[in-house]
C-alpha cells in the first residue's frame, strides 16, 4: 500500500513570507493530522480532520496558520506570515477510523527553515 | 491537559545489553499507549503498541508493559544492537489524540 505523500521534502524562506505544504494520505484514511516537529522535541499536534471536518485545532497558531482538507482526502497546512520559530518538521498523519484505535502512519515530512 | 514525561531523556547501552524507557501520563482516561521510533532525518514510525485491557505485550526484542494504575508504560528491548540507536517517543492516546512524549535518545555502542 502506498504510503503518507508530502510535499515539499524542503523549503526555505524568508520570515514573513508565505509558505504551504500539501499531504495526501493512505488511501481509505478517513482520519489526518499536521503535526510540527521542532528539532530536539517530540512532535505537537497542530490539526486533526476526520473526513473533511477539523476534530482538534486547539494547538493551530490561528493567527498565522491555517488548514483544510477539502473534499476529505488531500490537506494542505499554510503559514502566512512565518517567524523564525516556526522553523521545524511538519509532519501529515493518517489512520483509518476515529472510532477504532489505530496507528499512525506518518510521511516523510517537510523541513522548514525560515531566515 | 495531557501531561505526557519520559525517562530518561538520554541512554545509552552496550550492544547486547537491554534497554528501558518509562512513559508517565496524566490522563485516566487514556487507553492506547504506543511507542514510535524516529532514526535521524526520518519520520516517526510504530514499533509496538498496547491497549488498557492488556498488561503486557512481546514482539521479539521489543516489549511494552502498562501499570494503568500508576500511569505509566514502559518500552523495553533486549538484546539490544546498533540499529536500535534512534529516538524513541511515547504517545499515550485519549479520544483520538495521541500526545507525544520530550523523546528519549538510545545509543547503542558497538
Known amino acids: 500500500e502506498a504510503g503518507v505523500a508530502q510535499s515539499p521534502r524542503y523549503k526555505i524562506i524568508e520570515k514573513r513570507q508565505s509558505v504551504a505544504f500539501w499531504c495526501n494520505p493512505i488511501s481509505g484514511h478517513a482520519t489526518l493530522y499536521w503535526y510540527q516537529q521542532i528539532l530536539g522535541q517530540g512532535p505537537k499536534l497542530l490539526i486533526q480532520f476526520q473526513n473533511n471536518g477539523v476534530v482538534d485545532d486547539s494547538q493551530l497558531p490561528k493567527d498565522r496558520f491555517s488548514a483544510e482538507r477539502l473534499k476529505g482526502v488531500d490537506s494542505t497546512l499554510k503559514i502566512q506570515p512565518a517567524k523564525l520559530e516556526d522553523s521545524a518538521v511538519y509532519l501529515c498523519?493518517?489512520?483509518?477510523?476515529?472510532?477504532?484505535?489505530?496507528?499512525?502512519?506518518f510521511g516523510n515530512g517537510t523541513r522548514l527553515t525560515v531566515t | 491537559g495531557e501531561n505526557v514525561e519520559q525517562h530518561p531523556s538520554t541512554l545509552s547501552v552496550q550492544e547486547g545489553d537491554s534497554a528501558v524507557i518509562k512513559c508517565t501520563y496524566s490522563d485516566s482516561a487514556s487507553n492506547y499507549f504506543p511507542w514510535y521510533k524516529q532514526e535521524l532525518g526520518k519520520r516517526p514510525q510504530l514499533i509496538i503498541d498496547?491497549?488498557?485491557?492488556?498488561g503486557e505485550k512481546k514482539d521479539q526484542r521489543i516489549a511494552v508493559t502498562l501499570n494503568k494504575t500508576a500511569k505509566h508504560f514502559s518500552l523495553h528491548i533486549t538484546e539490544t544492537q546498533p540499529e536500535d540507536s534512534a529516538v524513541y517517543f511515547c504517545a499515550p492516546r485519549n479520544t483520538g489524540k495521541l500526545i507525544f512524549g520530550q523523546g528519549t535518545t538510545l545509543q547503542v555502542k558497538p
Open positions: 498523519a493518517s489512520s483509518g477510523k476515529r472510532e477504532t484505535i489505530e496507528p499512525l502512519h
Open positions: 498496547i491497549r488498557s485491557n492488556v
